[in-house]
């Protein structure tokens, strides 16, 4: 029996984790679910799965929660710390799928307990970088890649040494513009921005495609999980997104990872490792996908991709402020108050003028984080689109 949490439990990679888990009652137990302010989604997975806690990170809801959970034997409770203390009740597998570095505490909280972290919530790991991977390391933590790219280099590289890898490709579908100019890309809406081609995802990843800052995001993910020099991480775009990542070694072999775009399989791979387990996730039919493509990524169009290759190597603050600023412009762009190619020219800005010290404590980090939000925010209504 396996006791897991999952923390972002309603969303995306929530649901799918949710999936595999409740196929094996007899496998797992759940000891923690939560979520920002989804009650009822909540409510019913920690009824369904008999959860001990379910948590609510919005205050306002506690009651609502209560209420919705009475007579279930599940404890309830609220706010942003009741989050993290969730994290930190022992569990043997914890899938931290928040979006954004508000999942940060709690992933923290799971290393510190030296925990295994299933880690979806790129986020956490850009804006914190070395300081988490270093926290890994230090409470003998496992932090088992979920994002489908990192999966499938981890799923590559074991039983390999570092050392003998020439480079690691990350591919990229290229997103809903992939083929766009950037004169149609100026003009489009959330709702076009939202409907990724082969995944089926949360708002925010789904802009961060479209963007491409998720492959930004990917690539500082990738430099601090598997750190073979920024030099020799690349990225390219294969559209079909049957290969989610490949590993090429010094003599030439290059190892990739294939299968359906369902997260399933990667978060499946995180939670049975070191073992496999059945998942329903559809087999490849390689004669009806005929072929896969390749192509260069286009700097020009998706300037993301060079201001996170520009952040990578630089003082680790940058990252995080790169994190905050996208995550403001995303939310800016998704309520309308700029347009789509605003979004980085707000990352820009904001590194541009922002350029705190080397964070020497997760703390730092919180405040960096929180006061790049502000720059932002400010450069955003400056601009007064
Ligand atoms: P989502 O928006 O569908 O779900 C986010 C979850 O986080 C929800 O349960 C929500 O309640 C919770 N949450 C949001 N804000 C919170 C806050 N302030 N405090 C506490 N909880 C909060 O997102 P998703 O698509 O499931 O993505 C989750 C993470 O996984 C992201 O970091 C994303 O980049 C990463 N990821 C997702 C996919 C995918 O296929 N969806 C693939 C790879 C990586
Ligand atoms: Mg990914």
Redesign the pocket.
């Known amino acids: 029996m396996k006791h897991v949490t999952i923390?972002?439990?309603?969303?995306?990679?929530?649901r799918s984790t949710l999936d595999l888990v409740e196929r094996a009652p007899d496998e797992f137990h759940v000891e923690a679910l939560?979520?920002?302010?989804?009650v009822a989604g909540l409510a019913a997975a920690a009824r369904r799965t008999r959860a001990r806690i379910a948590v609510i990170?919005d205050d306002a809801r506690y009651e609502a929660l209560k209420e919705a959970l009475a007579g279930s034997g599940v404890e309830a409770a609220a706010g942003?710390s009741a989050?993290a203390d969730a994290a930190a009740r022992p569990a043997d597998w914890t899938m931290a799928?928040?979006?954004?570095c508000?999942?940060l505490a709690p992933v923290m909280a799971v290393v510190e307990r030296g925990g295994t972290v299933a880690l979806?919530?790129?986020?956490a790991l850009v804006s914190a970088g070395a300081l988490m991977t270093s926290a890994v390391a230090a409470h003998g933590a496992t932090l088992l890649p979920?994002?489908?790219e990192h999966n499938a280099i981890f799923q590559c590289l074991e039983a390999h040494a570092l050392e003998r890898v020439r480079r690691i490709i990350l591919t990229a579908s290229g997103g809903p513009f992939r083929t766009w100019s950037r004169e149609a890309m100026a003009v489009v809406t959330p709702e076009q921005a939202v409907k990724h081609p082969n995944?089926?995802?949360?708002?925010?990843?789904s802009i961060?495609s479209a963007t491409m800052m998720?492959k930004g995001l990917e690539l500082i993910e990738a430099h601090h999980l598997f750190p073979v020099g920024t030099d020799r991480l690349e990225i390219v775009v294969h559209p079909q997104s049957v290969i989610h990542s490949m590993v090429e070694y010094v003599d030439g072999s290059v190892l990739a990872q294939l299968g359906t775009p369902d997260?399933r399989t990667p978060i499946a791979h995180s939670l049975a490792w070191p073992e496999r387990m059945k998942t329903p996730c559809e087999s490849l039919d390689f004669a009806k996908i005929a072929r896969l493509d390749f192509e260069a990524p286009d700097l020009e169009r998706f300037p993301a991709l060079a201001v996170a290759r520009r952040v990578v190597d630089a003082n680790p603050a940058k990252s995080a402020i790169l994190n905050a600023a996208n995550e403001i412009a995303v939310g800016a762009f998704l309520e309308r108050r700029i347009g789509f190619l605003e979004i980085v020219p707000v990352v820009e800005a904001t590194l541009e003028r922002y350029d705190p010290p080397v964070p020497a404590a997760l703390e730092e980090v919180f405040t960096i984080d929180r006061e790049a939000r502000i720059f932002a925010q400010e450069w955003i209504e400056a601009r007064a689109f």
């Open positions: 923390l972002g439990a309603t969303g995306s990679v929530g939560t979520a920002n302010s989804d990170a942003a989050v799928a928040i979006v954004g508000a999942g979806a919530n790129k986020e979920v994002d489908s995944w089926s995802m949360g708002a925010k990843i961060d998720n997260m």
